[in-house]
């Protein structure tokens, strides 16, 4: 309507053209540019109980959703995002999550002179403790004081946010966080595949034991036991060892336990540990009981879920 009840009709032809583009995103994969930022998850043991239930806390969450790729190296794993913001967020999730220290870098990959606009690919390292469940650490003089005079020998009992130590002399235990560790680092003294078989010769609870002078916490899930021990691969010989253990609420006489016995003047990072007299294994550690094989050959009825990844290879230019 034009004017005054007046109609104005034209027809006229509309020509489209249809014009193919690339999105952004497909652009730099075509590229091979389509990762922004990489978090580099390391840590150095031998062996990674650690590493395992960060992979199955990280399924959990789902955090690994935004990942456009997963790589796994020797000494961990590799994380490759599309953007900064979800490498940061997997970033202080392992943080809050497991001991670790973090550090990163950028470096620039292209730089538009006009627009002012600059490309970089960001890389995030984190290295988590190298202690897991399980694990006999030494501990230096100062922080074992530090600590409530805690033994310097301890076992790893957990590793959340935190890791857990116990005396198994004194049932004393402790929580050492990310910060305290890299201030004062010790290290494990033995790999699993080090510790021995041992049978239960004679086991007697302690009920009662005094406190040291500024001695901390202790165990209320543990129980301290005096045992005498013997190495299963030489049960036909008389020699015995005897030691304190925290684990006096589950082994019994016949029982199988896994330990280590250090020799005599066997040293640390930090000094000689049991340079007593012959005959004397006061450092004999008990860390797990162990459990008959031919009673665990049924398979279970569930199995852990692991995390999609590409094994270790050789980079290409677009990797490094």
């Not at 946010?161 to 050492?176: C, M, Y």
């Not at 165990?219 to 005498?228: I, V």
């Not at 006061?282 to 094989?293: A, G, H, P, W």
Request: hydrophobic content about 35%; charged content about 25%.
């Amino acid at each position: 309507q034009v004017i005054n009840g007046a109609v104005l009709q034209q027809v006229f032809v509309v020509e489209y053209i249809v014009q193919s583009q690339m999105c952004e995103d497909c652009h730099r994969i075509e590229a091979k540019d389509f990762w922004k930022a990489v978090v580099q998850v390391r840590q150095k043991t031998v062996h990674k109980k650690t590493f395992f239930y960060l992979e199955q806390l990280i399924l959990k969450h789902r955090l690994h959703q935004n990942t456009l790729r997963i790589k796994e190296i020797h000494d961990g794993l590799d994380f490759y995002y599309s953007s900064k913001q979800h490498a940061q967020k997997m970033v202080d999730f392992l943080q809050c999550t497991v001991p670790s220290r973090s550090k990163s870098s950028q470096r620039l990959i292209s730089h538009d002179i006009h627009s002012n606009v600059y490309n970089y690919k960001s890389t995030f390292s984190v290295e988590i403790v190298p202690i897991c469940k399980y694990n006999v650490v030494c501990l230096s003089p100062k922080l074992a004081q530090s600590l409530g005079n805690m033994s310097q020998m301890c076992v790893c009992i957990r590793v959340t946010s935190t890791i857990h130590l116990i005396d198994p002399r004194t049932l004393q235990i402790a929580e050492i966080d990310g910060s305290t560790y890299w201030r004062h680092p010790f290290n494990s003294l033995f790999h699993p595949k080090q510790l021995e078989e041992f049978i239960i010769m004679d086991i007697n609870r302690v009920h009662e034991k005094k406190k040291g002078a500024g001695a901390g916490a202790r165990s209320n899930k543990h129980t301290l036991a005096e045992a005498w021990v013997r190495k299963t691969s030489e049960l036909d010989t008389d020699h015995q060892y005897f030691c304190c253990t925290h684990l006096g609420h589950i082994l019994n006489p016949g029982d199988l336990v896994l330990g280590s016995v250090p020799k005599r003047g066997f040293g640390c990072r930090f000094g000689t540990l049991g340079g007593g007299k012959s005959g004397c294994f006061s450092l004999q550690v008990l860390i797990k009981k162990s459990y008959d094989r031919s009673k665990r050959q049924r398979r279970r009825n569930w199995k852990l879920k692991e995390l999609e990844r590409d094994r270790e290879a050789t980079d290409t230019d677009d990797e490094r």
